[in-house]
Every structure is written in structure tokens, then in C-alpha cells.
């Protein structure tokens, strides 16, 4: 005798039920404008810190460059007041070691140096981001890993500026923000290019690297010109 049929259960009026739709994408802090800016801004700095490789792939690769801009400016601006007021003080403290080579015009003319050198400090960082923009994605270019338009470049290299707080440590701190600045460049082109680290490497590190041979060769056919002028 074959088994009953269990019962079904009665027919269900309407569409069936839509599968849940993605969560999007976690956005970088400093871009979300509903975001307290100072929460957002420790937030960022944090995320480059502890996990850079997640921060870029969170930053948007196009769109509004006003809050990439700012977070270059203000990071970058972090750095020259510290690495300005070390040389001031460090200054100071090596004129009693040499009271003879004090020259008070000469101090006066550093110190107008140091606080331009803070006031004008926006100006200056825009300045150099935007040669090394053109700098390095045109060796994106030339190496083949340039995958996107100029403004992704200068989002990651305003993302870079991070280690700029490193700034904040005396005498090694500077050292210590370009070593890490060059590692966030390579990973965030990498990422942001879809990109080889290797290309990125490159793209980075090729011109630096003929900027201290341009220098060594300009400071040895200086010292070739002068020895002929010597005899």
C-alpha cells in the first residue's frame, strides 16, 4: 500500500521573494560627508596605518578631488610645522657651540626662512604633488601599468602624505615618512592601477633614482671644472 501524501502548502499570492541586495562597498572615512570631519580624519589616518592596502581599495578612484586635496594639505602642512620648528630649536642649540660663526643677520634671515617656509606651506605641497603627479604616472605610462586617468594618481598620492605625521619625531622621523610614503605610492598604485607592485616600484623609485645620479654627475663635473681652474 503506497504511503499518503503529506500536504502541500497552499499557493502563495504574488512575486517570489527577491534574494537580499548586496552590501555596497565600504567607503574610505575622510570621503563619507556624513561623517564627523575630525572622526573621519583620525579614522583614514588609522586605516593607512594598520591595513593600507584596504584603505586604497576603499578610496574611490574617481569623483570630487577637494577632500583628497585637503587630507594632502592638511597632513603635509602637519609635517613642515614640525620638521621647521626642529630646525629652529636644533639651531638653537648649537650656537653656544659656535659663537663665532654666529651671525645675527644670517640668523635672522634662516628664521624668515623657517616661519615663510610654514606660512606658505599649502602653496609648496600642491606645488611638488603636482610634479610628482605628472612624474610618476607618466612612468606609469612608460612602464605599461597606467590603467587610469591622471586623478586616480593624485588621489593616491595625496593618500600617501599618511606618514607626514611622522614628522613629529625628532632627527629619524623625516627618513622614516619618506620610506613609508614610497611604500603606500607602490601599494596604492598597485591597487588603484590594477597594476603590478613591481611597475609601481619602478614608477616610484626610477625617478628618484635619476634625480641622485643627476645631482652626483652635476656635483663631479663641478669638481672637474674646478681642478681645471685650480692648475
Known sequence: MAAPTPPQPPPVDGPPPQPPSPTPPATLPWEDPSRP???????????FVMSPTEAFHRMAPSGSLARPVVYLIVLGWIGVIFSQVYSIAFGGIQLPFAEDMYDPAAMGVS???NIGAIVLAPIIILFFAGIQLLVI???LLIVGGATRDLSAT???????????????????GGFAALVWAIVLLVIGLSVVHSTTHAKALIA????????????????????????????
Open 37 to 47: 570631519i575630525v572622526e573621519a580624519l583620525f579614522e583614514t589616518i588609522k586605516l
Open 111 to 113: 628664521l624668515g626662512f
Open 137 to 139: 604616472h607618466l612612468m
Open 154 to 172: 593624485l588621489r593616491v598620492i595625496c593618500y600617501a602624505a599618511t606618514p607626514q605625521l611622522l614628522s613629529i619625531i625628532p632627527l629619524c
Open 204 to 231: 616610484v623609485l626610477l625617478p628618484i633614482v635619476l634625480c641622485c645620479l643627476a645631482c652626483v654627475g652635476v656635483g663631479v663635473l663641478g669638481g672637474v671644472f674646478a681642478a681645471l681652474a685650480a692648475q
